[in-house]
């Protein structure tokens, strides 16, 4: 198995409804425990139901029973995965469950191999936990994936670029740092002709900006940019520039005027100019960001 860095957060969301426990002589059932979130290559593609994965859940202290298993869906609302972790009192006494205290491992298989240990969790309280999972490996720490450097150091040499590949510098000069660059999947030789490895031409951009009215849906503020493939976006809106862009500044908008509201979307698989509705706010001036994860 390798062994990789995990890239990724376990939080406890929201408690789950609890399911009928089952009385036994030797053990008891008791809510399970759920994990979800994103698992994404080392380019920070997510994967979907095309370009899948699977994520196994394993016993680690007391058993290496298969505990759980999923396939990877299209991303949606930041998740592209979800599995669910049977609890019992006593893991000791049955093989198809955890308990409470005992220690999880995760492991993905991307359809060419299999990423072993890219998260070990000991489970606390039955409930809901957010964990995102980058298959990469990062040597040298820098939050950068091993493999997505060589190809930029191929790019380096062939510009005659001396010495390592450094996330904080800006080889283009556009005022986007490289590791910016490479957690939007742009290319930090944006305006040079070579493109690799999926890393691609294109910076953020936005396209256009303008109000629009209509009779019938009412007042919008519309914007257009060309997306990346792979990246999930949604915008942020404040009336004042001094406060901060946090999430809860994020807005609803319709991808066409009479379209259903949604906060978060995911693009299709290749660069496309994308046009967001945004409901004016007719009382007060607002100020709009994009946001790209």
Not at 71 to 81: A, G, S, V
Not at 101 to 113: A, T
Not at 145 to 162: Q, T, V
Not at 242 to 263: C, H, I, L, P, Y
Request: a negative charge.
């Amino acid at each position: 198995m390798t062994r990789i860095n995990l890239v990724g957060l376990c939080v406890l969301t929201a408690m789950c409804s609890t399911v009928p426990g089952k009385a036994s002589a030797q053990f008891i059932n008791v809510p399970p425990v759920m994990y979800s979130g994103m698992v994404k290559d080392y380019m920070l593609k997510p994967f979907d139901k095309q370009y899948g994965a699977s994520v196994y859940v394993r016993g680690t202290s007391f058993n290496e029973f298969l505990l759980a298993k999923a396939d990877t869906i299209n991303p949606l609302n930041e998740i592209n995965y979800a599995l669910s972790i049977p609890l019992v009192s006593q893991s000791n006494l049955v093989t198809t469950a955890a308990t409470v205290g005992q220690q999880i491992r995760f492991d993905v298989d991307d359809g060419k191999i299999i990423w072993g240990n890219v998260s070990v969790q000991t489970i606390s309280n039955p409930g809901c936990y957010v964990l995102n999972i980058t298959l990469m490996t990062d040597v040298n720490k820098n939050g950068v994936s091993d493999e997505y450097e060589a190809l930029i150091k191929a790019l380096m040499d062939a510009y005659g670029i001396a010495g390592e590949y450094d996330p904080n510098a800006d080889y283009n000069d556009d005022g986007i740092s490289n590791y910016q660059h490479y957690l939007s999947s742009t290319n930090p030789f944006a305006g040079q002709t070579p493109v690799v490895g999926g890393v691609t031409g294109e910076t953020l951009t936005i396209a256009s900006m303008m109000q629009l009215q209509t009779q019938t849906t009412g007042d919008y503020f519309v914007i257009s940019f060309r997306s990346i493939p792979g990246k999930m976006y949604s915008v942020l809106s404040t009336t004042d520039l001094r406060t901060s862009w946090g999430t809860a500044n994020m807005v609803d908008f319709r991808m066409s005027a009479k379209g259903d509201e949604q906060t978060y979307f995911t693009t299709v698989d290749t660069s496309d100019v994308i046009t967001l509705y945004l409901r004016k706010d007719t009382a007060r001036a607002r100020f709009y960001r994009l946001r790209m994860e």
